[in-house]
């Protein structure tokens, strides 16, 4: 009857769409935010006044609205409504501001990737240099323990964190699997009482000629707790590790064989009827993460970059070698890390780089480093032959995979550009980062 790309795609579009990203409801999006060349285009780069009062103070106001819609430090008067954020798609840099609400729905075509350094920008003004460093600390995630690894990976390799990976450490709330489950959860709000009808108490009575407490509501550890329900039982599974029943799947771990929904009492089921459910959730980023670590945590990027060359270097030595399989995919996996880094800006680098350290400090706040991403950001734009203006000109994009067109049904990769003003990160002095990071 068509499948989830309609009757309207032939049978070879189907195969190229789900080959490509997935399936789902339509062509999953592709959200960066804005379009960083249009502002070149437009001259906006050029005139900082209106870069600021178009572009970035928005970013900063939409990323504290969505935020607002739960916590209370970013906004002193939360929303009522609880924002639910569904991404069937990729999700890059300032895009990312439209997934810091109460609910984050990752659907198997989510996705988050950092692009900006390949543009010759660094973090758009949404906080990413906050809540990178702090990887699963919201849900007390093991992703926590490789939190600072695993946000230098994605801010500067351009590593791409599927759905499993941003729910293990706390960039997506909820896995949901497919997206078709939005119908469920449309009809299921629909039918929820509204904000004000979700009361179990009684006002508290007041007595005549006495003032009556207007701020206080009886009621507010009721109130949305039917939408968290909700949105629980079409999940999957979400961050802090639970299921569509509210079961923990670490609880039910069997510490012999590692399996899931263990069999308490094996009296009351037959060997067949004991099916796996739910298999270990895995996450392949928060693994690189951990495989890196000491490479990723080191002081510089020129550091980070000369300890993945040494991992690499292992594969000639453990190559062919019997029961060193492992050993030559983590070498690979450096190798391919380091081809990565090695295509981006210098200077965006360096200035990233920068930008993590400090936002990793105790004392930083989303808003404190959102601020100091907007003037960085501002700086890397109006840099007179930047590395931005010269990616612009040159008409190259950011190496996103997509259709040439419909009739042709053929795959084209965009080209990235290489002609920086650095050719490599050892030439960017620390006086040039500063210039750019400063809170001056």
């Known amino acids: 009857a068509g499948g989830p790309w309609g009757k309207h795609l032939s049978n070879s579009m189907k195969t190229l769409l789900h080959e490509n990203y997935g399936e789902g409801l339509a062509v999953p999006i592709v959200s960066s935010g804005y379009d960083a060349r249009g502002i070149y285009e437009s001259g906006m780069h050029k005139h900082l006044d209106q870069l600021e009062r178009e572009l970035m103070v928005p970013l900063i106001s939409l990323s504290k609205a969505v935020r607002g819609s739960y916590d209370e430090t970013i906004n002193s008067s939360p929303s009522k409504v609880p924002l639910i954020s569904i991404p069937n798609g990729l999700t890059s840099d300032s895009g990312y501001a439209l997934l810091l609400g109460s609910y984050v729905l990752a659907t198997h075509s989510t996705s988050l990737k950092i692009l900006n350094p390949l543009r010759g920008l660094a973090f758009d003004p ?3 240099s906050y809540l990178l460093p702090r990887l699963g600390w919201e849900f007390g995630q093991t992703s926590r323990e490789y939190s600072k690894a695993c946000g230098v990976l994605l801010a500067l390799t ?66 949305n707790v039917a939408v968290g329900n909700l949105i629980q039982h079409i999940s999957e599974y979400d961050a802090a590790g639970a299921d569509e029943y509210g079961c923990y799947l670490q609880d039910d771990l069997d510490e012999e064989t590692g399996l899931f929904l263990k069999d308490k009492d094996p009296s009351i089921t037959l060997a067949e009827e004991r099916i796996q459910m739910y298999g270990e959730v895995f996450s392949e980023f928060v693994s690189w993460g951990a495989t890196f670590q000491d490479a990723l945590l080191e002081p510089t990027v020129e550091g980070i970059i000369a300890r993945l060359e040494e991992i690499a270097a292992t594969k000639a030595e453990f190559e062919g070698k019997s029961g060193c399989e492992e050993d030559v995919m983590v070498a690979e996996q450096a190798e391919s890390l380091v081809s990565s880094i090695q295509q981006r800006s210098p200077l965006a680098l360096r200035t990233m780089h920068r930008l993590l350290q400090q936002g990793a400090e105790s004392d930083e706040t989303l808003e404190s480093c959102m601020e100091r991403e907007k003037k960085s950001q501002m700086r890397l734009f109006a840099k007179e032959d930047g590395d931005f203006v010269r990616w612009a000109e040159s008409g190259k994009g950011v190496g996103l995979a997509g259709m040439k067109s419909i009739a042709s049904i ?31």
């Open 126 to 128: 949404v906080g990413l």
């Open 158 to 223: 351009g590593y791409e964190a599927n759905a499993e990976d941003m729910v293990a450490t706390g960039l997506a709330t909820h896995y949901i699997g497919s997206p078709y489950k939005l119908n469920i959860l449309e009809r299921g709000l629909s039918e929820l009482n509204s904000y004000a009808g979700q009361a179990l108490r009684p006002k508290p009575k007041t007595l005549h000629g006495r003032e009556q407490d207007d701020a206080y509501d009886v009621n507010e550890e009721f109130r």
């Open 410 to 440: 053929s795959k084209e990769k965009e080209e990235t550009f290489s002609n920086w003003n650095h050719a490599s990160v050892k030439e960017v002095t620390n006086d040039e980062v500063e210039e750019i990071v400063s809170d001056a």
